[in-house]
């Protein structure tokens, strides 16, 4: 039976190497197609990441900004001989492949090299294991080795590959697993990556944590053996075997976090089209002050503790010297669902400044027709009263960036235009700086009013079908001066 096999194994072998020779002069290398690349969504500072839009978790990095001992990490483990051979092939990992293709053993040694794996991932060849298949990897992986330099093909397989937790490449790879950016990772950090690639299930410390620390400290001893490291980096990074199950998409597209997401991608139409924002890997630089979103999340989970499970909030703060918009809390319900700072409500007293300016001969933001109004709304109105009945749209959007750097869009803030008499402006101010509103039946309550730099309006209501709001903690029914003032006034004081 040996005997059978090893004939059979070396007659398949010589035809694949016949068809790789016939196939070299006849197949021509295709243009590699540019891989879908995750667009991301940060905060003001440029420093937090606040939503993702993607098809697939992936962000493009120039080799350069991975550091070399994740670079030696991944050949060492992938393929040893990468920086000296000089056709991209192996022929005794073909051999391994090829017996196993005889066997029909998928455990029998793929034998792809880094330059192949590249060639079948980049390309999308079948994952048939199949003759023809193989035979038309090697072509290709031969072809690309006399036209891109070990650098190109380096940086290519990185930005290429699969490392699980539905990660692909190594700089989304470094954010699902340690929450850093690439350039950050330690060699031991580097070195868990690398070991998930051959099997990104198997070898992913948080499902299979003695196997992903016995593949690792394989992939040490070779590393050190080969003189990448010293004998003393024998430290396994523990901590990603603690991190959270769910991916970094999964995270930013749940909670207030994805409801901001769709709140930003609307207003992106017209900026973006849906292939390019999840596809083209842009940098969506927002007005949002992490502190200040952070702020009204915080100020809303501590008012809404203990209360029925039905009541949610919204938390709409806006800049009104610029319409900036500093913090947006929609509720938690995640990306998809109702936006609950973006959703018409009654407004009750609420809306009494705007019935007033209208009577003193300005022009009523927004329009008074409506007996219904929505948080963002209410901010903004607000907004105009703070500076002097002078009106800005307000946004969301302050910069939007190519992955090559290019500044698709930059957004200036607007001079503003007069909507209320200035002899109007003093009576509002007296009277709207903070003014609670309760709807009839108690279904809404609102705490809405400015400050010198902030314009902030608090809505509190059902998550669901309208109801009498009663407050958990006191008995008595939910008004304007209640929870939602305290979620104001709580997210003020912090604001300082």
């Keep these: 039976m040996i005997r059978w096999v090893v004939r059979v194994g070396a007659g398949v072998l010589i035809g694949v190497l016949a068809l790789v020779v016939a196939g070299f002069h006849a197949v021509d290398l295709p243009p590699f197609p540019d891989q879908p690349q995750t667009s991301t969504a940060v905060s003001a500072d440029g420093r937090h990441p606040l939503a993702l839009f993607a098809t697939e978790n992936r962000q493009r990095v120039p ?5 070399r001992h994740v ?8 393929d040893a001989g990468f920086w000296d051979d000089s056709d991209g092939v192996s022929l005794s990992g073909i051999g391994r492949a090829v017996l196993g293709l005889v066997r029909r053993n998928a455990g029998s040694g793929g034998g792809s090299t880094i330059t192949q794996q590249y060639v079948r991932n980049a390309l999308d060849l079948t994952r048939e294991r199949s003759y023809s298949r193989k035979a ?8 690309l080795a006399r036209t891109a330099s ?4 380096l940086e290519g397989y990185l930005n290429t590959i699969y490392f699980g937790r539905g ?15 690439v350039d950050e990772l330690t060699a031991a950090q580097g070195a868990v990556l690398a070991a998930v690639i051959k099997d990104p299930t198997n070898f992913d410390p ?5 196997s992903a620390r016995g593949r690792w400290q394989y992939l040490i001893d070779r590393m050190v053996a080969s003189g990448y490291l010293s004998p003393g980096s024998r430290s396994f990074p523990g901590t990603v075997a603690r991190r959270a199950s769910a991916s970094a998409r999964e995270a930013l597209r749940s909670g207030w976090r994805g409801v901001l997401g769709g709140r930003i991608e609307r207003e992106l139409d017209g900026v973006l089209t849906e292939q390019q924002l999840y596809t083209g890997g842009y940098t969506i630089t927002t007005t949002l002050d992490w502190a200040d979103q952070q702020r009204a999340a915080r100020a809303v989970a501590t008012h809404l503790r203990g209360q029925d499970p039905r009541l949610t909030a919204a938390v709409v703060a806006i800049e009104p010297s610029t319409g900036r918009v500093t913090a947006y809390y929609g509720g938690e319900a995640g990306y998809g669902y109702l936006d609950q700072a973006d959703t018409a409500r009654l407004a009750a007293e609420t809306y009494w400044p705007y019935v007033l300016a209208a009577r003193l001969g300005g022009s009523p933001v927004p329009d008074t027709d409506l007996p219904t109004v929505s948080p963002f709304d209410q901010a903004s109105g607000y907004a105009t009263f703070a500076d002097d009945g002078l009106a800005r749209e307000p946004y969301f959007v302050q910069r939007v ?10 957004r200036r803030p607007s001079p503003g235009y007069r909507v209320l008499p200035s002899e109007a402006t003093g009576v509002l101010a007296a009277h709207a700086a903070a003014r609670p509103g309760t709807s009839d039946g108690n279904t809404n309550a609102w705490m809405c009013g400015f400050t010198a730099d902030r314009a902030v309006a608090v809505w509190v209501g059902s998550s669901g079908d309208d109801f009498p709001m009663r407050d958990a903690r006191s008995g008595e029914r939910v008004r304007g001066e209640g929870i939602p003032a305290g979620i104001w006034s709580d997210y003020l004081a912090e604001a300082g």
Excluded at 167 to 181: C, E, L, P, V
Excluded at 206 to 210: E, K, M, S, T
Aim: aromatic share 6%.
């Design 63 to 67: 080799l350069g900004r991975v550091p």
């Design 71 to 78: 670079q030696d990490a991944v050949v060492t483990a992938e």
């Design 136 to 143: 038309k990897e090697l072509v290709l992986a031969g072809k």
């Design 150 to 153: 070990k650098e190109e093909i």
């Design 167 to 181: 990660a692909f490449g190594i700089q989304a790879a470094a954010q699902a697993y340690f929450g850093r950016d």
């Design 206 to 210: 948080r499902i299979r944590p003695g």
């Design 401 to 410: 960036t190519a992955p090559d750097g290019t500044v698709v869009r930059e």
